[in-house]
């Protein structure tokens, strides 16, 4: 299971860091970038939760850090895609399913400004004041924006594929095999011991005949 979480969310964080640099990025949209990249991290964090989410984050924030034409210090977005992701994982639904649309909303909301706003504080501490130069709450709003009109036809799709992934077949039929051998093999069991008895039993009483028949012949001997 493990394996298949991790093969899922290299191929999703890869696919969707694709997109964002080939498609999004060359939009020149107005603000901020649709961030498919933190969308992708939240519908992941929903299901695998804040552990995984944590570590979905740091990765996806890494490879988006390395990948060109990123121009900002390394390690920078992995800081903040950690943080979201683990935030994120933390109101994961108990049972895995979505009963309506306004909390996986309000996560969204929530991450993109909270994305942005942990990503320009990073960017001042390290020197870096082109937040600042844009405006900050342009940044918020327009980042804001994007990510709730990508997320309705981002974040079900992503949660829907990490539960489908979450149901191993290959483990179900093999627990069921074996279920069923062990179960075959206590009846086969039970019924060698019965035969086993069976035999015995007529063992026995083919040993008792012979006794009796010797007997009466030694009788008939005695009488003659």
Not at 184 to 189: E, F, H, R, V
């Given at each position: 299971?493990?394996?298949n979480?991790?093969?899922l ?6 696919v ?12 020149h949209?107005p ?7 933190l969308?992708?991290v939240l ?19 890494l ?15 992995a ?14 639904p108990?049972?895995?399913?979505l009963?309506?649309a306004t ?28 937040a ?14 994007y990510?709730l ?5 981002v ?9 489908r ?6 483990a ?6 074996k279920?069923s051998?062990?179960s ?15 035999r ?25």
């Amino acid at each position: 299971m493990r394996v298949n979480r991790m093969l899922l969310s290299t191929t999703l964080v890869v696919v969707a860091l694709v997109v964002q640099v080939s498609v999004l990025a060359r939009l020149h949209l107005p603000g901020a970038v649709p961030d498919l990249m933190l969308l992708t991290v939240l519908g992941l964090a929903l299901v695998y939760g804040h552990v995984g989410g944590a570590l979905i984050g740091f990765g996806a924030g890494l490879l988006a850090d390395l990948a060109p034409p990123a121009d900002h210090a390394v390690g920078r977005y992995a800081l903040v895609l950690c943080v979201i992701g683990y935030l994120a994982g933390l109101v994961k639904p108990e049972s895995g399913q979505l009963r309506s649309a306004t909390g996986p909303m309000a996560v969204v909301v929530g991450a993109a400004i909270g994305s942005t706003l942990l990503y320009a504080g990073v960017g001042t501490l390290v020197g870096d004041t082109a937040a600042a130069h844009v405006g900050l709450g342009s940044l918020l709003f327009t980042a804001t924006l994007y990510d709730l009109l990508l997320a309705p036809f981002v974040v079900p799709a992503i949660m829907a594929l990490a539960r489908r992934a979450e149901h191993d077949p290959l483990a179900e039929n093999s627990g069921g095999g074996k279920s069923s051998e062990v179960s075959t093999g206590w009846l086969s069991a039970g019924t060698g011991m019965r035969i086993g008895s069976q035999r015995a039993g007529g063992l026995r009483i083919k040993s008792a005949k012979a006794r009796v028949a010797r007997a009466g012949r030694l009788k008939g001997v005695k009488r003659l």
